[in-house]
């Protein structure tokens, strides 16, 4: 059985790659993140992974995947109840940069760096970055209550404005993170609030979050243009479900450059059609399937 876990079950950090013998990387790893969990490290399961690709450029970092042992155990005592044995317990940033790579590989478009923003359920989205198959860039983004299903188009963003259109009380400013800091982004920012005062109405909170996502967005692909130059992004792709052409279409118009919809159905036979919730649960665990191992 192949499982894939929900972003709330599980955390992804990224710290600089200890420098041990690789069969003593975890032991490191598992050391260097107990001040960024909440959690006790001996109750965690977790996983390494290096950041990134050696033919792009040596990052000298890893990503750690954390999840809970109890969630581990509930998982493999319900794979023994159906007599389908775990083998493999994937996560969401891993499944859509098999998707992403997918799509850039028939694009011919897989040596350049590829942007994938997917709506997951209703209130959060992840963009993922990577290149030549590898990630190298993921981050959460709370999207608060009621966005997946407000209106975007007209939305004014924060350059056409004339700068930033929220106040700097909840203003959050991304920056270069050197080796050996958690990466930006690896924990989710909330921005689904608005500020108190006079005349807020539910229109100009869902407009408030919607050009807050937008000023998020691009601080993104501005961090991933700073910090790798020599890797330009090939555009961004989109998932959010019936509206993903919607998504694509207002987002490219608010960021000012190709943002596209991410149509799996060619390469997936039978997953076009049905309805939109199941579509949605059975995106990840399609990308989980094109891992290589």
């Given at each position: ?19 041990v013998?690789?069969?003593e ?44 042992n ?22 969401h ?41 590898e ?6 983004m ?15 963003s ?63 692909l ?12 090939n555009?961004?792709?989109?998932f ?23 149509d799996v159905?060619p ?5 076009e ?8 649960l059975?995106w ?10």
């Amino acid at each position: 059985m192949h499982v894939v876990l929900r972003p709330e079950q599980y955390q992804l950090l990224q710290i600089e790659a200890p420098q041990v013998p690789p069969e003593e990387i975890r032991s490191a790893a598992r050391w260097k993140i107990r001040d960024l969990v909440s959690t006790h490290v001996d109750d965690l399961t977790l996983d390494v992974m290096r950041v990134g690709d050696e033919r792009v450029r040596a990052t000298g970092q890893l990503f750690v995947v954390v999840t809970r042992n109890a969630l581990v155990r509930e998982l493999v005592e319900l794979g023994e109840k159906l007599h389908s044995p775990v083998r493999v317990i994937d996560v969401h940033d891993t499944a859509q940069r098999n998707m992403q790579s997918l799509l850039a590989l028939k694009e011919g478009s897989g040596e350049r760096a590829n942007a994938a923003l997917v709506i997951v359920g209703s209130d959060l989205a992840l963009l993922t970055i990577s290149v030549h198959g590898e990630l190298f860039y993921s981050r959460r983004m709370e999207l608060g209550q009621g966005f997946v299903e407000s209106r975007w188009s007209g939305h004014v963003s924060a350059d056409s404005a004339g700068g930033d259109v929220f106040s700097s009380e909840l203003e959050y400013v991304p920056e270069y993170v050197p080796a050996g800091s958690s990466m930006e982004g690896a924990f989710s920012e909330s921005y689904g609030g608005v500020p108190n005062g006079a005349g807020t109405s539910v229109a100009s909170s869902v407009d408030e979050r919607a050009q807050r996502f937008v000023v998020e967005v691009q601080r993104s692909l501005d961090l991933w243009e700073r910090t790798w130059s020599s890797v330009p992004l090939n555009g961004v792709k989109v998932f959010a479900g019936a509206r993903s052409q919607e998504l694509a279409q207002w987002l490219g118009q608010e960021l000012g450059m190709n943002v596209t919809a991410m149509d799996v159905d060619p390469y997936f036979p039978g997953f076009e059609g049905g309805l939109d919730e199941e579509r949605s649960l059975c995106w990840p665990l399609l990308g989980a399937l094109l891992r290589d191992a």
